[in-house]
Each structure stands twice: as C-alpha cells, then as structure tokens.
C-alpha cells in the first residue's frame, strides 16, 4: 500500500479513535491472538531484554507488557504517523528506557542495534511485500532473539466479501498465504476468527537465513 496514503489514513481521527476501535477489534476478532501474545511475552520477558516494535502505533503493546507485570531493559518503538506518536509519547512522558522513533520501518538500514524481541501487529497488510519485509527485518534480531507477529490474513471465503470494506477503511489488505509461505524460520503459526487473524513466531536459526 502507498505509504502517504496509509500514513494519512492513521492522521488525525484515526490516531484519536484507535484505542477504542482496537479494545473492540480485540473482543470480537482478535482474543486468541491476543492469549498468544501475553503468552508470548510472559514466556520471554525479563529485565535482561530488549524490545523493538515495528509500527508501534499507540503503543497498546507496551501499555500490555506493563499491565502483565513484567520487565524488560529498553523497548524502542518506531512507527511513521506523527499524529500517532504524539498521543503515544504522552503516554509515555518521563520512561527513561522507553524510546519512539518516527521512522518508516521498509527502512530500517540505519538502526545499527540488535534486539532479543522483535513484535510488529497489524501492519503487514499495509506493506508492499509483507515476507520481504519479515525476513529482512529478522536481522535486527540478537543471536536466540524471538519475533512476535499478529497480521491481518487471507479469510475463509465466506469471510471476502464482509472484510472488503474494512480494508478500504484502513487501507490496507490481507496478506495471502502465499507471501506467509515465503518468512523464514516460523517457529508457530496459528489462525483465528475464520482465518482473518494469523499469529506467527519466528526465532533466531543462527544465522541459517
Ligand atoms: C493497525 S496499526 C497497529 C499499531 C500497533 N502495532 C497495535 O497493534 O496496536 C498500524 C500502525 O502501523 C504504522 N505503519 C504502517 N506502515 C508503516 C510504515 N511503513 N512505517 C512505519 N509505520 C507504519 C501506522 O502508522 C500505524 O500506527
């Protein structure tokens, strides 16, 4: 999807809307993955690790790992809307481990650190090549370091016809199980909500890429 087009898309309403319209998007399609998540970050988090969020958005994903208690030692959130980051900056005021960068995160060439946790959810439908992305992305990723997805997938046929409008509300479109096909070294993958909702795990395979 043409980045301007998807940066606008989460400009000024979208960015005040979009807590309330993810709690609902969570309660009617999204709570399997969700389990997954806290499952997945009370499995790796510890005041050792070090996050990277790709498309961080509102930061809805640290606002989690801190409501489950847990500890990590840096968490670095990039996302590219301005009027985003503005509403996640406040939330975040006064963290001194906690860093936002605007950034368009299809270019990541000059973030020169490593992380133990890469998580990126519901963006990939808005990339151009969602599988080119995840494997180029997996070299920011430290020696055993895990990555966390959750991304809008390609639903059961009954399912088409419905999501056709909610792509045009957030531009964005489902990522075919042919471009799933292609990320390399998934360790679990699961599906929920009819196939609309894919949840994959990808670890580190010393640099077996
Ligand atoms: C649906 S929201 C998801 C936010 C967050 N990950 C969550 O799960 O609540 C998608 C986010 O990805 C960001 N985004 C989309 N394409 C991007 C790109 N190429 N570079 C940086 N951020 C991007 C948008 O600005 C938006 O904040």
């Not at 709570?31 to 988090?45: C, H, I, P, T, V």
């Not at 439908?125 to 969602?130: K, T, V």
């Not at 180029?136 to 639903?155: N, T, V, Y």
Request: charged share 25%.
């Amino acid at each position: 999807m043409a980045d301007e087009r998807v940066r606008q898309v989460y400009g000024i309403w979208q960015a005040r809307w979009y807590d309330p319209f993810k709690w609902l998007w969570n309660i009617l399609v999204a709570s399997g993955a969700e389990k997954d998540m806290n499952n997945f970050l009370r499995d790796s988090l510890d005041e050792n690790e070090t996050i990277l969020e790709l498309g961080c958005g509102t930061a809805l994903n640290l606002e989690k790992i801190f409501s489950l208690g847990l500890k990590f030692k840096r968490y670095l959130g990039i996302d590219f809307s301005p009027e985003i980051l503005r509403i996640t900056n406040r939330k975040f005021q006064g963290y001194s481990n906690v860093e936002f960068r605007e950034k368009n995160i299809t270019r990541l060439e000059d973030i020169n650190d490593k992380f133990d946790i890469i998580i990126c959810t519901w963006v990939l439908s808005h990339l151009p090549s969602a599988s080119s992305f995840v494997n180029r992305a997996q070299g920011l990723m430290k020696e055993q370091g895990k990555f966390f997805l959750i991304f809008f997938s390609e639903p059961r046929w009954y399912l088409r016809f419905w999501i056709a409008p909610l792509e045009l509300l957030v531009w964005s479109r489902y990522v075919t199980d042919e471009e799933v096909s292609k990320f390399k070294n998934i360790r679990k993958i699961r599906s929920y909500s009819g196939r609309m909702v894919t949840v994959v795990e990808i670890h580190d395979a010393g640099g077996l890429m």
